[in-house]
Antibody, heavy 121, light 112 residues
Framework: QVQLVESGGGVVQPGGSLRLSCAAS????????MHWVRQAPGKGLEWVAF????????YYADSVKGRFTISRDNSKNTLYLQMNSLRAEDTAVYYC??????????????WGQGTLVTVSS | QSVLTQPPSASGTPGQRVTISCSGS????????VYWYQQLPGTAPKLLIY???QRPSGVPDRFSGSKSGTSASLAISGLRSEDEADYYC?????????????FGGGTKLTVL
């Protein structure tokens, strides 16, 4: 069965950096687009970024553009989110989600359980 | 402020039918599919409806989706206590700065 396991969350100071990972299993990781979606405490869902199956195309939310970088290593079945210049408003549970398609982006058919990132001094 | 607009709350009694609306614009709902996600308390979201009105396997046919123009709606018939959750609509948006996924603010469904 499909499994997505996020890791790398924690407490970081404003202006700091953190790298999240998402280990995927149960499907051909290299054939599907992947997303990061976040949810601030008590708030709704916010899409963060998408990466095409082969890593050739990446899209970002305006709120993270220029600060976050999505990447993937298909040999390790792992998705990443490098987060720099972190702000208090980046505090959230970060979910990785599998796209149902490979390149153009469709719906999120599987989600991980999330990892909490807290930006605080 | 979310790009897609949903009512913050909805409620119904067991057995009733409830609908949740989702309003967008020509750059998102008007030109792309609508998806619905269910988030039970303390858990990750789960796909409920894809491509406007399709149900993944395992989702009861009590859940149905529809779309018209720049609006969409989720209907839940035969309401059950286990349907108490947050519901989010989503769509791809063809923004000037590049494609992006937009969500509604979420609707908290209470089963009375």
């Amino acid at each position: 069965q499909v499994q997505l396991v996020e890791s790398g969350g924690g407490v970081v100071q404003p202006g700091g950096s953190l790298r999240l990972s998402c280990a995927a299993s149960g499907f051909t990781f290299s054939s599907y687009g992947m997303h990061w979606v976040r949810q601030a405490p008590g708030k709704g869902l916010e899409w963060v970024a998408f990466i095409r199956y082969d890593g050739s195309n990446k899209y970002y939310a305006d709120s993270v553009k220029g600060r976050f970088t999505i990447s993937r290593d298909n040999s390790k079945n792992t998705l990443y989110l490098q987060m720099n210049s972190l702000r208090a408003e980046d505090t959230a549970v970060y979910y990785c989600a599998k796209d149902s398609a490979s390149d153009y982006g469709d719906y999120f058919d599987y989600w991980g359980q999330g990892t909490l990132v807290t930006v605080s001094s | 402020q979310s790009v897609l607009t949903q009512p913050p709350s909805a409620s119904g009694t067991p057995g009733q039918r409830v609908t949740i609306s989702c309003s967008g614009s020509s750059s998102n709902i008007g030109s792309n599919y609508v998806y619905w996600y269910q988030q039970l308390p303390g858990t990750a979201p789960k796909l409920l409806i894809y491509r406007n009105n399709q149900r993944p396997s395992g989702v009861p046919d009590r859940f149905s989706g529809s779309k018209s123009g720049t609006s969409a709606s989720l209907a839940i018939s035969g309401l059950r206590s286990e349907d108490e959750a947050d519901y989010y609509c989503a769509a791809w948006d063809d923004s000037l700065s590049g494609p992006r996924v937009v969500f509604g603010g979420g609707t908290k469904l209470t089963v009375l």
